[in-house]
């Protein structure tokens, strides 16, 4: 049996209604910025309590623009060190310094005294990463140290569609969340990203800059340096669809995380990234720590070519400090997130898991893992 690291989950009635979506869009003749858009960004806020979204071409141009509508230009923001390249893209390509801080090594999320470390007289905001989609329980206490500072808290929330801290959704708890819809996300439309604010100045930006910085759709004024961050309708038809079976998504995942907290409870030395009291994740990831020494690369191999089961991604492999192209950014090891990443692993998670599925990776990890 196979169990591939990641499974794009559109059934058949979900095909005919995009086919549907695609048919009435190419007939009317507006691709891009159109209904289907509008309709999207409604549905989505309504399904994540924002008061506003504003959809754009993907999660990294979504986080690009929060950070340059809160004017990071020539100035420090706080990224956790294990996140995606994008995190610390965006930031740079805004005009401002990343700074690297490391991560509680229970929610693998910034807290507020690794913040507080990483602070200079020159931050202008901090960008908390709810990774593998788990919302920090620290996200309230991030957000006052941010007020307190009077600096700009930014969710990167490319992971957490759905997910909710106390009954508050992920998006909700800084100036602006940043989520991607990219292929393999929780909700996925090919290409896409989107903004959730409570802020009308941040909606109306993120409306000027997504299309080149024009003041209107309409017109040929450019206010802002803005960027092609259109969404176009075909990305938004997929993700209207993948946005309906959300709370299906969410329950299969969900069930699925708890057969594996059973499973690996049983395995010496294994670390489950638990869900606290308070969190619901969308278990974009279910990550969990080898003990030390352990060969991760010899157990993926073990468990792909003798059990055909591929373990997920990271997140992530190589912290950013480490990462090449961001080595001028780097000031020193940071040890929680280097540890993290070396040992961990994601056991694979899909929205339409079967539980045949499911009892072969638990029978293939237990195996795998005993030969170590
Ligand atoms: C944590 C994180 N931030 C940002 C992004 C960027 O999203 P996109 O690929 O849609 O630009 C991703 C995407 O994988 C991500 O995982």
């Not at 991604?313 to 997130?337: F, I, R, W």
Request: some cysteine; aromatic content about 6%.
């Amino acid at each position: 049996m196979e169990v591939p690291a990641a499974r794009v989950v559109f059934d058949d009635d979900d095909r005919a209604e995009v086919a549907s979506l695609v048919t009435e869009t190419l007939s009317r003749g507006s691709l891009t910025l159109g209904p289907l858009t509008a309709r999207l960004e409604e549905a989505f806020a309504a399904a994540h309590g924002a008061d506003q979204a504003v959809a754009v071409s993907s999660g990294t141009a979504a986080l690009e623009i929060i950070l340059r509508t809160i004017g990071v230009a020539g100035a420090d923001v706080v990224v956790p060190a294990n996140t995606f390249y994008a995190t610390a893209g965006a930031v740079v390509h805004a005009g401002g310094r990343p700074v690297f801080a490391d991560v509680s090594p229970t929610t693998l999320a910034l807290s507020p005294d690794t913040v507080a470390a990483a602070l200079t007289p020159s931050t202008a905001a901090v960008v908390v990463v709810h990774i593998g989609g788990m919302v920090t329980p620290d996200v309230e206490a991030l957000r006052a140290l941010c007020d307190q500072r009077g600096i700009a808290l930014v969710e990167d929330a490319a992971h957490a569609h759905g997910s909710t801290w106390r009954g508050r959704h992920a998006g909700s708890f800084g100036v602006g969340g940043a989520f991607s819809f990219y292929p393999t996300k929780v909700v996925a439309a090919s290409e896409g990203g989107m903004i959730v604010t409570g802020d009308a100045h941040l909606r109306d930006e993120a409306r000027i800059y997504r299309d080149q910085g024009k003041a209107g759709f309409i017109g040929n004024d450019h206010v802002r340096m803005g960027h092609a961050w259109r969404m176009s309708e075909m990305s938004a038809a997929v993700c209207l669809v993948s946005l309906a079976r959300l709370d299906r998504a969410l329950a299969v995942r969900r069930a699925v995380a708890r057969r594996y907290d059973e499973a690996l409870a049983r395995l010496e030395g294994i670390t489950v990234i638990a869900e606290p009291e308070g969190c619901v994740s969308n278990y974009y990831k279910y990550i969990a720590l080898l003990p030390d020494g352990a060969d991760r690369d010899q157990l993926k191999k073990q468990l792909r070519t003798e059990h055909g089961v591929s373990l997920s991604g990271e997140v992530y492999a190589t912290p950013l400090h480490l990462q090449p192209v961001l080595s001028p950014y780097a000031d020193g090891p940071m040890p929680v997130a280097e540890d993290v990443c070396a040992r961990q692993v994601c056991l694979p998670v899909h929205s339409d898991m079967t539980d045949v599925e499911v009892d072969h990776v638990i029978d293939s990890f237990a195996r795998s893992y005993r030969a170590l």
